[in-house]
């Protein structure tokens, strides 16, 4: 697995930044949080330090967040209405985005679901509750409301809100928040061809149509957060395994998201449910373990960073592939415990070597921009971006490549595997294996 570290307040530090960069070549920045002008700096200021760093930034999604500026105090049984709007009265408390279509559930959530609310009455810009605790509602809190429907064309405005104040950023991949189908992913698609799309789903809906979402989709992130408070705490375990099965069955890289390693903001290790939970992690062939406020906003980032590495390393094994529909994949899989080399211009292969859980090393050498940063995305891959594929001399232009990264290749087994097209044609994945050995480079 690999690390996805959340860029925030404590980690844009040139000093901070510098180490985080040095460690990993993905970084994520959430644009719900701070000021527009702050994520630009930050996404300039990442690329003057590592050039080739692939900036994932996640575009918030239809969910309403409370507009309040403070904190503010909530005592139980304490009756509250939430209203989209521009003026509010005692005891509400305004919205940034309209309250979903639908709402079917009794009761709804703020923060991840951590303060619960029973439903008293609702209408099209309201929804009134009362507080199930005390609590203290920080500023820009999420409203999670199970069950709901939301708007797709509003969900389609504020992506394109987005792309448009972004459209001169050096960014990446595009995090796309609350997907509930294949429609809008496909929109994006067509008009920004060269970004990495990284669905979340996050919702009753998402979880509905997560097969369709994965094939459409470059990659899937699992925000447990609002998943679990849109659909039900009881419901998580099994939406989790849904998302990771449909997902692997395209071959796509699943990011694991929301309190990996909370515990550690306050302990000196993390609680046993952290350990378990990563673990669990790791079984559902997670690729990539998301930091968010543990490294945006914890002063023991450099900490959680650097236990979460120990830990990956620690548990790293060698799996070798379950089953392929074609003899190709068949012969393909005992390549176990050899690294494999992949010459690929825009990475159709990837859905079939992917497709279950690989833990040999990849080395990938592509010459097209957005295949190597897709490649980020996946657990022990280092891809390496050439000149232009000379088609004309392609053998000589392989053996080349792998005498020039001959070290990285052979540095744990004298053997490796080289995957690539012979004779192709559009829309081949991959139809030839050689076994390479490193005293003939």
């Not at 008293?120 to 009134?128: E, L």
């Not at 378990?276 to 914890?298: R, Y």
């Not at 897709?374 to 232009?397: A, E, M, R, V």
């Not at 744990?412 to 690539?420: E, M, R, S, V």
């Amino acid at each position: 697995m690999k690390i996805l570290p959340t860029i925030g307040p404590e980690t844009i530090k040139s000093k901070n930044l510098k180490y985080i960069l040095n460690k990993t070549e993905i970084v994520r920045i959430n644009s719900s949080h701070n000021t527009i002008a702050w994520h630009k700096s930050a996404i300039r200021k990442i690329k003057k330090i590592k050039p080739n760093s692939v900036i994932l930034i996640d575009f918030p999604g239809v969910k309403p967040r409370t507009k309040n500026i403070i904190p503010l105090k909530i005592k139980k049984n304490q009756i509250i209405t939430f209203k989209y709007g521009n003026n509010s009265k005692a005891n509400e408390i305004l919205l940034t985005k309209p309250l979903p279509k639908k709402i079917k559930s009794k009761k709804f959530s703020l923060d991840d679901g951590k303060y619960l609310f029973k439903l008293i009455s609702k209408n099209k810009k309201t929804i009134k509750g009362k507080s199930l605790q005390d609590c203290i509602i920080k500023p820009k809190k999420g409203l999670n409301i199970p069950d709901s429907v939301y708007d797709n064309r509003l969900q389609e405005k504020i992506y394109m809100q987005y792309f448009k104040i972004f459209s001169n950023s050096q960014i990446d991949a595009i995090g796309l928040s609350f997907v509930q189908n294949k429609k809008i992913i496909k929109k994006i698609r067509k008009k920004f061809p060269k970004l990495i799309l990284i669905s979340k789903v996050e919702n009753s809906e998402g979880l509905k149509n997560v097969n369709e979402i994965s094939k459409f989709s470059d990659a899937i992130m699992i925000d447990r957060g609002d998943l679990s408070a849109e659909i039900g705490d009881y419901n998580l375990y099994q939406g989790i395994n849904k998302i990771s099965s449909y997902c692997k069955k395209y071959g796509k890289p699943l990011i694991m998201a929301t309190e990996n390693l909370e515990s550690l903001y306050h302990n000196n290790n993390p609680s046993k449910n952290d350990i378990v939970s990563l673990g669990h992690s790791k079984q559902v062939q997670s690729d990539i373990i998301m930091l968010s406020e543990e490294t945006a906003v914890s002063q023991k980032w450099k900490k959680i960073f650097t236990w979460l590495t120990r830990f990956i390393h620690s548990t790293k094994n060698n799996k070798t592939t379950k089953y392929s529909e074609k003899i190709f994949w068949e012969i393909a899989k005992f390549t176990k415990n050899y690294t494999l080399v992949l010459f690929t211009k825009h990475g159709v292969m990837f859905n079939k070597i992917f497709q279950d859980n690989l833990e040999n090393d990849v080395i990938v050498f592509t010459d097209q921009k957005r295949t190597y940063n897709l490649t980020k995305y996946y657990k022990n891959t280092h891809c390496i971006l050439t000149k232009k594929f000379d088609n004309k001399n392609i053998s000589k232009f392989y053996f080349n490549n792998i005498k020039k990264y001959k070290r990285r290749i052979f540095q744990n087994n004298n053997f490796a595997f080289l995957i690539t097209i012979s004779f192709p044609k559009k829309g081949a994945t991959a139809n030839s294996l050689s076994l390479i050995e490193k005293k003939n480079i």
